[in-house]
């Protein structure tokens, strides 16, 4: 899979725009117009196919794991996260223990993240 690089321009209109904001407010990851949320407007492309958001990119990586390739369609042909979200939740033949143990394959907090979880829901 390739990885994308930025140019100089964008990497100099990315530092002005986090410098430029406050470091006393909190930075949620969860609204849609956060630059760290999966949901905030980035577009890419990889092998192929462009992508609105990292949440677009997610939901269609979740329908392909599972062979779902008509969700994964239906999913591309759209921008809105909230549509990639609801479709995500309708793919075919999902199963949570595949997809829990590829969400987490090559990620080293894989475990602080899931104990911090387990705690919240206590």
């Not at 690089?5 to 609204?31: D, G, L, Q, R």
């Not at 090559?106 to 911090?116: D, N, T, V």
């Amino acid at each position: 899979m390739p990885v994308n690089t930025i140019s100089f321009a964008e990497h100099n209109a990315a530092s002005k725009f986090t410098s430029s904001t406050s470091t006393t407010k909190p930075v949620f990851f969860w609204k849609p117009n956060s630059y760290l949320s999966q949901w905030y407007w980035s577009k890419f492309t990889v092998d192929g196919d462009t992508y609105a958001t990292a949440e677009m990119w997610m939901m269609v990586q979740k329908a392909r794991l599972f062979n779902d390739e008509k969700t994964a369609k239906q999913m591309l042909a759209t921008t809105k996260p909230h549509e990639h979200k609801a479709l995500g939740r309708q793919v075919k033949g999902f199963e949570a223990r595949v997809w829990d143990q590829r969400m987490f394959l090559h990620f080293p907090f894989r475990c602080p993240i899931l104990c911090i979880a387990d705690k919240l829901n206590r």
